[in-house]
């Protein structure tokens, strides 16, 4: 099978559902979902990667990616996350808009432009949502991370990874203070509503339902350093 677009978006979408998946299987519903197709044009295109030795399909399970796939996956990762770190850190754009850009420009880059902007961002572990970006080797350096929504009241934190990465979820973040390296304290809890209170350092108390601080993972800290 040639490299395309398409494949490789299907590459990456299953690889990122996987990772989460209890089972170590992406359903192809959810891969569907992820890419915004049916789920038959899903399953007529996993077919298409089984074939190609990318992925496997158990007929009543999941898909989950061969080596073969997973290098291909990690690779389109790299340069999904170098993109949206270059446009975020050299350009200035907003991390609420750099998703779609990436999503058109990682496709077109060429090996040796890749490893020179690496090269030209220090190579850099995370990208500015806190993703790790894996390595030209394919290593993957993730963080030690727990959701923000199982912090108590009274607790600090620094925020390392935002996992709801649509942009009024990002915007939203941004104008509270509550960017990747931001540290801050838990001030209230209100079980019954589902609502915490944060104060971002340097920042006023802001309201979260408990369903959106556990997409956000954070790391705890002992004092506000």
Do not use: C
């Not at 890419?35 to 899903?42: H, M, N, R």
């Not at 993957?140 to 979820?169: F, K």
């Amino acid at each position: 099978m040639l490299a395309s677009e398409t494949v490789e978006n299907y590459l990456k979408a299953i690889y990122l559902v996987q990772r989460e998946a209890a089972a170590g299987e992406a359903p192809v519903g959810k891969v569907a979902a992820a890419l915004g197709v049916t789920a038959g044009t899903a399953t007529s295109m996993v077919k298409k990667l089984v074939a190609a030795k990318l992925a496997r399909h158990e007929r009543f399970g999941g898909v989950r990616l061969t080596p073969k796939g997973t290098r291909a996956a990690l690779d389109i990762l790299r340069r999904h996350r170098l993109v949206e770190t270059f446009l975020v850190d050299t350009l200035g754009l907003d991390w609420s808009v750099v998703h779609d850009e990436a999503e058109r420009l990682e496709h077109a880059i060429s090996p040796m432009v890749l490893d020179a902007l690496d090269r030209h961002l220090g190579r850099p572990a995370f990208d500015p949502h806190g993703d790790p970006i894996p390595r030209a080797d394919g290593a993957v350096q993730e963080s030690e991370a727990m959701p923000m929504s199982e912090l108590g009241t009274g607790d600090g934190a620094r925020l390392v990874r935002v996992l709801d990465q649509r942009g009024d979820s990002l915007r939203f973040l941004r104008a509270s203070g509550l960017k990747v390296g931001a540290t801050l304290r838990v001030v209230a809890i209100e079980p019954g509503a589902g609502v915490m209170r944060i104060r971002p350092d340097g920042g006023t108390v802001v309201s979260m339902s408990t369903t959106a601080a556990s997409r956000v993972l954070v790391r705890p800290v002992r004092s506000r350093d």
